[in-house]
Nanobody
């Protein structure tokens, strides 16, 4: 069984930065896809960025050039560096780990961008 623990959310002013972390523990298969999704109030959960164990990345158009996803395979940890944050980035951010058709979600961390 895999568990995901997220950290790094909080309140930041527009234009500011935050770094999210997500550590996976348990039986983590080394070939996997880890990523971040977000859900704003009244909206569906959406993909933010994902990264394969080989380092291939994919980003939502809305965050390209502002967010960077990275991972440390030795630590089973994925990071999301968020720069130039906008109020519309406000949401609960969820970590996700996918192996084949199986997916595990973290508990979510709140990111609020407001002056």
């Amino acid at each position: 069984q895999v568990q995901l623990v997220e950290s790094g959310g909080g309140l930041v002013q527009p234009g500011g930065s935050l770094r999210l972390s997500c550590a996976a523990s348990g039986s983590v298969f080394r070939i996997n896809v880890m990523g971040w999704y977000r859900q704003a109030p009244g909206k569906q959960r959406e993909l933010v960025a994902v990264i394969t164990s080989g380092g291939i990345t994919n980003y939502a158009d809305s965050v390209k050039g502002r967010f960077t996803i990275s991972r440390d395979n030795a630590k089973n940890t994925v990071y999301l560096q968020m720069n130039s944050l906008k109020p519309e980035d406000t949401a609960v951010y969820y970590c996700n780990l996918r192996v084949s058709v199986s997916a595990t979600w973290g508990q979510g961390t709140q990111v609020t961008v407001s002056s």
